[in-house]
């Protein structure tokens, strides 16, 4: 929250042309804002790759019954924002290509915002979120292999191919040193960069190659598990370093030319209104849905209060929105800027209204 707010800071002051400059030096054979988005982002693509895995196989995600609610409510808040944005951008072919912007929840913003509020919230609502969080994450993992993918060099995807498959072979071996798998995901890093599909998706990749049980078949043994050494390696650093870089690297908008027009465009309009109204139909009334058929309960302690300001939450689209977003409308600067404007509006109103809502909902519980 910090980077994003200095990032506006330094983007509307005399340092902005300079912050700008910055990011598009070229360091190497990409340029500073491509290192970030592309590389650094890959390592944050990797938490969230081991963080599904980790939920499916042994987690809040490991049976179906489990997985129903927030995979539900996770589906219904990715469609309705989407449907939202096209309503609103229907006509506009330019920038119709944003439908996904508006359809992923900010796992790190969602979670901090209700683990600020402490006991006001009941711990399964915490699970709750996570949860649906991750199935969003792994949706949007997809849609931009799916749909943000483009020029494939048949050669490069090969390679990538072959190194996940040594990466594999690594698995079914029983390998349980880290270096291997971090080796050869550079590898595999370098042919996803160079094959046209978005580089961020070996860290995802390789992930899901890395051991989760250790030499006795345990999967809560820490030490031993690589995948939860590696797990443990990156909870501090992805959150403290990577994301606070890549929020300042892109949420600097500069405010100065920002009229009437760019915050009533369609653009902006359908980012923010399928966070704050999409996420909010899409999770509560997917999750009412099912809670009213039988198919899930609702989470434990909790009220349908507190479940309506948590769907709100989920309209916190910072991160994953951001990038996507980037990836939509790469090369388009202007877009860029609209999306970014749609995406701090809808974001801060969804979090605002949603701890609003949860703070007004557990009155009367224990602090």
Do not use: C, F, N
């Given at each position: 929250m910090a980077a994003a707010a200095l990032a506006l800071i330094v983007a509307n002051s005399p340092l902005g042309p300079g912050?700008?400059?910055?990011?598009?030096?070229?360091?190497?054979p990409l340029s500073v804002e491509h290192w970030i988005n592309d590389a650094l982002m890959a390592v944050f693509f990797l938490l969230v790759g081991l963080e599904i895995?980790?939920?499916?196989?042994?987690?809040?995600?490991?049976?179906?019954?489990?997985?129903?609610?927030?995979?539900?409510?996770?589906?219904?808040?990715?469609?309705?924002?989407?449907l939202i944005y096209v309503a609103l951008n229907f006509n506009n072919p330019e920038t119709i290509r944003g439908w996904a912007i508006p359809t992923a929840t900010d796992i790190a913003f969602a979670l901090g915002v209700m683990q600020l509020l402490g006991k006001r919230?009941?711990?399964s609502l915490k699970v709750f979120l996570a949860a649906l969080a991750i199935i969003d994450d792994l949706g949007a993992v997809m849609i931009i292999a799916l749909f943000y993918t483009s020029g494939l060099s048949m050669l490069d995807l090969g390679g990538a191919?072959?190194?996940?498959?040594a990466l594999f072979v690594l698995n079914r071996r029983g390998v349980l040193h880290l270096w291997p798998y971090l080796l050869l995901g550079v590898v595999l890093w370098i042919f996803v960069y160079r094959s046209g599909v978005h580089a961020t998706l070996a860290g995802v990749a390789l992930a899901l190659t890395i051991p989760l049980r250790s030499r006795d078949g345990k999967v809560d043994d820490l030490q031993a598990s690589p995948l939860h050494r590696l797990e443990h390696m990156l909870i501090k650093v992805v959150p403290f370093v990577v994301l606070p870089i890549f929020g300042f690297a892109n949420a600097g908008v500069s405010l100065w030319n920002v009229g009437v027009d760019a915050i009533t465009d369609a653009l902006t309009l359908g980012v923010a209104g399928g966070l704050v109204f999409g996420k909010l139909i899409g999770v509560f009334g997917s999750a009412a849905i099912v809670i009213r058929l039988g198919l899930a309960d609702l989470p434990a302690d909790a009220t349908w209060t507190q479940l309506l300001g948590t769907a709100l939450l989920c309209g916190i689209g910072f991160t994953m929105s951001l990038f996507i977003g980037l990836l939509a409308f790469a090369g388009q600067p202007l877009l860029q800027e609209e999306v970014k404007l749609g995406i701090i509006c809808g974001s801060a109103i969804a979090g605002i209204t949603g701890t609003l809502v949860l703070l007004w909902g557990s009155k009367g519980r224990a602090h």
């Open positions: 912050y700008e400059s910055a990011l598009h030096a070229k360091l190497g895995k980790r939920e499916m196989i042994d987690g809040q995600l490991a049976t179906w019954p489990r997985r129903a609610l927030p995979g539900i409510a996770a589906a219904g808040g990715m469609i309705v924002p989407a919230v009941p711990a191919v072959i190194v996940l498959g």
